[in-house]
């Protein structure tokens, strides 16, 4: 009967993961949110009774802990999958250069800070709660959903400038991964990066015609790179191809601390 802990499950490619794993009733499945009560009225349709949401704010280190504390007594102080889900990136931030961006170095550094705080520090912190329950579990797999826009070689060959706080986070989330690898995998322990493709989570929205203009600049960008490209997947279909790459990783293939696509590797659209 695996166990399953997922961030940020309240909506996007998190409420994906939820629906789909929970739909095996054999799978015990925890999803960390801010707000228990929005969640639960949201997924009250599914009538799953192995969901269990808690309350998990990613910028909170006391919300974190009581988290692995409640997740321990339901699955009695173990846990296979950690599923890193959670995460922010500003509409402030999606289109413009750091240059453009640090016009206003006082909203460029609450940006940043908020991206790290949340994207990096938060993971750090969410790992060292639950490594002990994963430690105990039958399966030992950590799985930090990431970004194609923390490549550095994408970034200087199509000129990816945009994104900056979002992109500097999840590259620093992808040494994290590395150094927990470094540290658990004489444990057994799997900590693999998965980047979900270009998926549509509402995020490009109501858009102002300024920042469509800009989309179109980055849209080509994105076509430069991958002419095969059709558009972005459902948060459904992104899912199910992060699991399926999590599940064909292991430490015994070489596969630890592994920075990898949807398709299991380098091409990132």
Avoid at 35 to 47: C, G, L
Avoid at 130 to 146: A, C, D, E, H
Wanted: charged share 15%; proline share 4%; aromatic share 8%.
């Amino acid at each position: 009967m695996p166990s399953y802990v997922i961030t940020g499950v309240s909506r996007g490619i998190g409420a994906a993961f939820l629906k789909q794993l929970s739909s095996n009733p054999s799978n015990t499945v925890i999803g960390l949110v801010r707000n228990v009560a929005d969640t639960e009225a949201k997924i009250a349709a599914w009538k799953t009774p192995n969901i269990h949401i808690l309350e998990g704010d990613m910028s909170s280190y006391q919300s974190l802990k009581k988290a692995a504390e409640a997740t321990s007594t339901i699955t009695s102080g173990s846990l296979d999958y950690l599923i890193a889900n959670a995460a922010v990136m500003s509409s402030w931030a999606l289109f413009d250069p750091l240059s453009v961006l640090g016009q206003d170095p006082e909203r460029l550094t609450q940006d940043l800070n908020e991206a790290l705080t949340t994207n990096v520090i938060g993971n750090i912190h969410l790992v060292n709660f639950f490594m002990p329950l994963i430690l105990k579990g039958s399966v030992k797999k950590v799985i930090t959903v990431t970004s194609g826009m923390a490549d550095h070689d994408i970034v200087l060959k199509y000129g990816v400038y945009e994104g900056g706080p979002y992109a500097v986070s999840k590259a620093a989330m992808n040494m994290v991964t590395s150094k927990f690898q470094a540290e658990f995998e004489k444990d057994g322990v799997l900590f693999i990066g998965v980047c979900p493709g270009l998926v549509d989570t509402g995020l490009y929205n109501n858009l102002s015609e300024e920042d469509g203009q800009k989309l179109m600049v980055q849209s080509s960008k994105f076509a430069g790179y991958a002419p095969h490209f059709k558009g972005p997947d459902t948060p459904e279909d992104a899912a199910n191809s992060i699991l399926k790459v999590a599940e064909n990783a292991s430490v015994a293939n070489g596969d630890g601390g592994a920075f990898l696509s949807h398709f299991g590797n380098k091409q990132w659209l």
